[in-house]
């Protein structure tokens, strides 16, 4: 038989109401609460998940929006948001978007009203439309905390934590520049997507310091992050025979480093490769990718404790967090053998 608050409040010596607060964090002298922690412990007990969300009026349910669960790059975010919340008892209540527009508002909607304690957006893409930005605006008047990780704002007026692609994209064009290549390609991602435009950014200013031209003809968008995005615009890159290319992530390049190798190229012999986000499968390639690593089981925790104490008052100012990246030397990459 499971025990009760009146067996934990028999073995503390204090009243049922006491056990209450005490497990809804109310506020209670610390002998007697050291008493009730004891006794919960000793017994076993369980309280009454239903009951707790009456009486303090929270879930301890946060919903997690995400626009994939099967993917390399999601999964530690997800992952560091999940131990996080666990640290603070919460649960997560995750929905995929399928990276499909129009679901960011339905699911964002739908969690809101399953009563969630609070909503985590992972790499939004609709912020700024106007269904999202309504929906965001009624959730700020009913002082609703929203959190977005992964996606930088233009107008930050919502908390959130992201890394500095600014940075990553400096650091991976820079990293070839001191290997002695001149004709560095860029393989873009989502067109108008805040990373990737600050990823850019970065990549043309290290261009610039080093007084190297960006080729137009050396640059193309792959529409997206995924291999296959970058398998169809690759053979227009690798056509003119950059010396090294950057790509923004690192299923773009592999689908490079494949494609190159089909075409008889050896890497890094022939064309170095810079990827971006240090998946796990960065180090199991053949030869093993060279890129910026994103701390991204860091931004699932980081956000994931940012909506908590959001939650609790704790931090009932809009925050925005940017972490760091750091370039990860392995074997796709190495100095150049052309002629100066």
């Known amino acids: 038989m499971m025990p009760t608050i009146s067996d934990v409040a028999k073995r503390a010596g204090v009243s049922k109401a006491t056990v209450s607060r005490v497990v809804n964090g109310i506020s209670v002298r610390d002998a007697s609460r050291r008493r009730v922690l004891d006794a919960i412990a000793e017994l076993g007990y369980r309280p009454n998940a239903q009951a707790q969300s009456l009486t303090s009026g929270r879930t301890w349910v946060v919903g997690v929006l995400t626009p994939s669960l099967d993917s390399t790059f999601y999964g530690p975010i997800l992952e560091g948001i999940q131990e996080t919340l666990m640290a603070y008892d919460y649960n997560m209540m995750v929905c995929s978007t399928y990276h499909r527009r129009g679901n960011e508002y339905t699911f964002s909607k739908l969690l809101w009203e399953k009563r969630v304690d609070g909503l985590l957006m992972v790499t939004p893409r609709e912020l700024t439309e106007p269904p999202v930005r309504a929906l965001l605006l009624e959730t700020a008047g009913e002082r609703f905390p929203v959190v977005v990780a992964d996606g930088e704002l233009a107008a930050a007026d919502i908390s959130g934590v992201w890394v500095d692609n600014y940075l990553g994209g400096y650091l991976a064009a820079q990293h070839l520049i001191e290997l002695g290549h001149r004709r560095i390609g860029l393989m ?32 193309v968008t792959a529409g997206g992050y995924l291999p296959e995005h970058g398998r169809s615009v690759v053979d227009a890159l690798l056509d003119q025979e950059p010396d090294a290319v950057v790509a923004m992530s690192d299923g773009l390049a592999w689908s490079v480093m494949q494609r190159a190798q089909e075409r008889g190229l050896h890497i890094p012999d022939h064309l170095s490769v810079v990827g971006y986000d240090d998946v796990a499968f960065a180090q199991l390639l053949r030869p093993s990718l060279t890129t910026v690593q994103q701390p991204l089981r860091q931004l699932g925790a980081v956000a994931a404790r940012k909506l908590v104490k959001t939650i609790s008052g704790e931090e009932p100012q809009v925050t925005q967090t940017t972490l760091p990246v750091q370039l990860v030397a392995r074997q796709s990459t190495a100095p150049s053998r052309r002629r100066p």
Not at 191 to 217: H, N, T, V
């Open 188 to 219: 873009a991602g989502i067109p108008g997507a805040r990373e990737a435009q600050q990823r850019q950014l970065g990549y043309s200013k290290a261009m610039q310091d080093a007084g190297l031209p960006m080729e137009a003809a050396l640059q």
